[in-house]
T-cell receptor, first 117, second 115 residues
Framework: GNSVTQMEGPVTLSEEAFLTINCTYT??????LFWYVQYPGEGLQLLLK?????DKGSNKGFEATYRKETTSFHLEKGSVQVSDSAVYFC????????????????FGQGTILTVHP | EAGVAQSPRYKIIEKRQSVAFWCNPI?????LYWYQQILGQGPKLLIQ????????DSQLPKDRFSAERLKGVDSTLKIQPAKLEDSAVYLC?????????????FGPGTRLLVL
């Protein structure tokens, strides 16, 4: 079945540091890939997504590239801020060989990011 | 545009009691999902509706969990009887279609503590 593996956390960085959170996946067919973020006290929000190989998703300075050859979708940001402190979830939406989506999201375990001033 | 609404936000019950959660998706969204998020883990799908029909309930513990979406709009998830391991956040999400790149929008969740 489908699965998502995220780098183990938590991750602690100083403001303006470079961020990478690794995400690899196992899936059949042609999955779509997502990063969701959960800020303290808030619900899950979509951060970015990519729907096919080599697509790059970007938002709020975050980027992730859909790498089919390495089955990865690593999240990066060049300069983190204190306000980026949150839990980040990598997720995939599977599909069959014909490209029909199954709808549901399969999530990784989440990575806690803390950014200090 | 109003987001996904859920109630209650918090619930504390004793084991073997029953509890119900309510979700109202974004207007016009045909697909509704219930996820369970145990502390320290990512959300896991419990059940998925397309309009008022069930698409996927393979991960729903049917001996104690039930869900309905009678008119294809709002939905109720029930647990009866609750067990200690049901302590979790129950998230409702909706999307307009099942399409691969379609975004799922999440509600704030209901945090359940079973004592």
């Amino acid at each position: 079945g489908n699965s998502v593996t995220q780098m183990e956390g938590p991750v602690t960085l100083s403001e303006e540091a470079f961020l990478t959170i690794n995400c690899t996946y196992t899936a059949t067919g042609y999955p779509s890939l997502f990063w969701y973020v959960q800020y303290p006290g808030e619900g899950l929000q979509l951060l970015l997504k990519a729907t096919k190989a080599d697509d790059k998703g970007s938002n709020k300075g975050f980027e992730a590239t859909y790498r089919k050859e390495t089955t990865s979708f690593h999240l990066e940001k060049g300069s983190v801020q204190v306000s980026d402190s949150a839990v980040y979830f990598c997720a995939l939406k599977g599909s069959n060989a014909g490209g029909t989506s199954y709808g549901k999201l399969t999530f990784g375990q989440g990575t806690i990011l803390t950014v200090h001033p | 545009e109003a987001g996904v609404a859920q109630s209650p936000r918090y619930k504390i019950i004793e084991k073997r009691q029953s509890v119900a959660f309510w979700c109202n998706p974004i207007s016009g969204h045909a697909t509704l999902y219930w996820y369970q998020q145990i502390l320290g883990q990512g959300p896991k799908l419990l059940i998925q509706f397309q309009n008022n029909g069930v698409v996927d309930d393979s991960q729903l513990p049917k001996d104690r969990f039930s869900a309905e979406r009678l008119k294809g709009v709002d939905s109720t998830l029930k647990i009866q009887p609750a067990k200690l391991e049901d302590s979790a956040v129950y998230l409702c999400a909706s999307s307009s279609t099942l399409a691969g790149g379609e975004t799922q929008y999440f509600g704030p969740g209901t945090r359940l503590l079973v004592l």
